[in-house]
């Protein structure tokens, strides 16, 4: 445990040591986002009539890459869409934030995945989504896109869109990258799924109040308060850095072996789907970028009221300049 212990620290210094813009890589799906804006979902073989539809780049990763893009990052996205058009059009709004897409695989003779995102007016949403296998991200693919980037990659983001890929992922990026993020979304339906992954390679972990529950499943903590999750978590997986989102309710974040509890920036909530994405983002950039840990919640909190206070995930993410203004603060006219 000494040894491991010993490595670790010295992959988070190295982070410290690193060039003013690290070098992420994010690793997930890459789909079609049809949002469906909707007083309540319909019943089988009932028609309901939506309050207005329209279609958006998505996926938690790319949410989470054109984030860190807008931060002025460089970034690399690790995934797969098919040959259409939709991939297509994927390909080329990543490409127009300033998304690293050469390590992305085209395959031919399979659909892009379109996600279905309902939204209720109070910003509650349900969804319905698959990617086919052939479009699963692979270890492999992270190792190419770690080797192709020409440099050191700082940290590499891992959501759980491809739960059965997930420990395959978090020992990949462990390997590519300095730091290992990883947001456990959507939250894993199956323990096996959790008890695979190398958790002593993470180093940031993200999950809401749901996935730490899932996290935790089969233990007492997984039924304990949501403000001793992250506590619970942390412990139990052997992650130095676990931030719990609970929505309206703020979140929770233990590193250093101290918990501490931040409020919610206050925002009148529109949408949600896209707000854990931007957090996780801002948060895994201000950490590895060298903040201090409540200075990083402060950053990626205020990007969460940004994005649910619209419409949409895509959509919705915070501009550059609002990134910018989260980070530095408002410029100053001159004269």
């Known amino acids: 445990m000494a040894g491991e ?12 040591a690193a060039a003013e813009a690290p070098r992420f890589l994010v690793a997930g799906a890459f789909v079609l986002d049809c949002l469906v804006s909707t007083p309540r979902l319909p019943g089988w073989g009932e ?54 897409v050469s390590a992305m695989t085209v395959v031919p003779h399979v659909p892009t995945p379109v996600c279905v995102v309902h939204v209720r007016g109070d910003g509650e949403k349900a969804v319905v989504w698959r990617v086919p296998e052939a479009l699963a991200v692979t270890g492999d693919q992270v190792h190419a896109a770690a080797a192709a980037t020409g440099g050191p990659v700082d ?10 890929r997930a420990a395959d992922l978090v020992t990949a990026a462990a390997k590519a990258a300095t730091r290992v993020v990883v947001n456990p979304a959507p939250a894993p339906g199956d323990p096996a799924v959790v008890a695979a992954v190398a958790w002593e390679q993470v180093d940031i972990l993200v999950p809401n109040e749901a996935e730490a529950r899932a996290l935790l499943a089969g233990r007492a903590a997984a039924r304990g308060p949501a403000g001793r999750l992250a506590e619970a978590v942390a412990e139990t997986l052997g992650v130095p850095t676990v931030c719990v989102t609970l929505g309206e309710r703020g979140c929770v974040l233990r590193t250093g072996g101290a918990t501490t509890v931040h409020p919610a ?23 590895v970028a060298g903040d201090d840990p409540a200075t990083a919640v402060h950053h990626a909190r205020a990007a969460a009221a940004l994005t649910v206070g619209r419409v949409g995930a895509y959509e919705a993410l915070p501009t550059a300049g609002e990134l ?12």
């Open 324 to 335: 910018r203004e989260l980070v530095f603060g408002p410029r100053r006219r001159s004269g």
């Open 155 to 164: 940290a590499a983001l891992v959501t759980f869109e491809f739960a059965e």
């Open 5 to 16: 212990q010993e490595v670790r620290g010295h992959r988070r210094g190295a982070v410290t």
């Open 47 to 100: 028609d309901v009539r939506a309050d207005a539809m329209r279609t958006a780049p998505g996926g938690k990763a790319l949410n989470q890459a054109v984030t860190l893009a807008r931060l002025g990052l460089p970034v690399t996205a690790v995934g797969a869409v098919g040959t259409d058009g939709v991939g297509a059009a994927v390909r080329a709004a990543l490409a127009g934030e300033g998304v690293d």
């Open 265 to 287: 920036v206050a925002a009148t909530v529109i949408d949600a789907t896209g707000a854990s994405d931007a957090f996780t983002a801002v948060l895994a950039a201000r950490l």
